[in-house]
């Protein structure tokens, strides 16, 4: 089988389409966390605490000081920006919780099959012998 068929029925597999189709849902899917967290969660969480805007928390840990966390990006001053890192853990946070409900949405609508009955093993010759000859006597 030539390399070009190989790939060709390796691609044409269900599992490859369906993660294909979940890689592209999930991207579109992050644009919208990315949204809920920097446009509506982590303004009400930093007015709570007082006004902080995550974003922009950084401790610069080069020699001169700026105003700003722009200005010392434009400097090209190595910063240590833990207020993304924190808007990133939030979006980490809520998509884990996303998937969560989901798969446990989709395990409820599975249909529960019912457990197929076993049959009781079939009893040794020797015991069925035994009762036989027990029922015998007992008569």
Known sequence: MSFIQEFKEFAMKGNVVDLAVGVII???FQKIV?????????????????GVDFK????????KTYETMEAAEK???PLF???MFINTVIDFLIVAMAIFVAIKA??????NEPAPVEEAPAEPEDVKLLREIRDALKK
Do not use: E, F, T
């Open 56 to 63: 922009h928390l950084y401790l610069n840990l080069g020699d």
């Open 106 to 111: 989709m395990n409820k609508l599975k249909r």
């Open 75 to 77: 400097a090209g001053a």
């Open 26 to 28: 999930g991207g579109a």
């Open 34 to 50: 990315d949204s809920l967290v920097k446009d509506m969660l982590m303004p009400v969480i930093g007015k709570l605490l007082g």
């Open 81 to 83: 920006k833990y207020g």
